[in-house]
Nanobody, 118 residues
Framework: QVHLAESGGGLVQPGGSLRLSCEAS????????MGWYRQAPGEDRTLITG???????YYADSVKGRFTISRDAAKNTIYLQMNSLKLEDTAVYYC????????????WGNGTPVTVSA
């Protein structure tokens, strides 16, 4: 089993920055990739960025150039640096891990809210 613990959400003004963290624990050897999804009220949960254990990255067009994903393999932790935040970035942000090297299960954190408001 993999457990994911997010931190770093909060309230920020438009144009501001926030940094989210997600630490994985448990069967971390099973993880092949991690990423961040977000879900705004009334909308589906969508993938915005991901990083593999080979450090390949993916960004959705909506965050490309503003958000940066990184990882510290020694700490089993990924980070999401969010700059130039917009009102439409307001959502609950969920950490995700794919356990491809074991049973292929998907693992989720409980989510951390990010509110962009003037």
């Amino acid at each position: 089993q993999v457990h994911l613990a997010e931190s770093g959400g909060g309230l920020v003004q438009p144009g501001g920055s926030l940094r989210l963290s997600c630490e994985a624990s448990g069967d971390t050897k099973c993880i092949s990739a991690m990423g961040w999804y977000r879900q705004a009220p009334g909308e589906d949960r969508t993938l915005i960025t991901g990083i593999t254990d080979g450090d390949s990255t993916y960004y959705a067009d909506s965050v490309k150039g503003r958000f940066t994903i990184s990882r510290d393999a020694a700490k089993n932790t990924i980070y999401l640096q969010m700059n130039s935040l917009k009102l439409e970035d307001t959502a609950v942000y969920y950490c995700h891990a794919l356990g491809q090297y074991c049973d292929g299960m998907q693992h989720w954190g409980n989510g951390t809210p990010v509110t962009v408001s003037a």
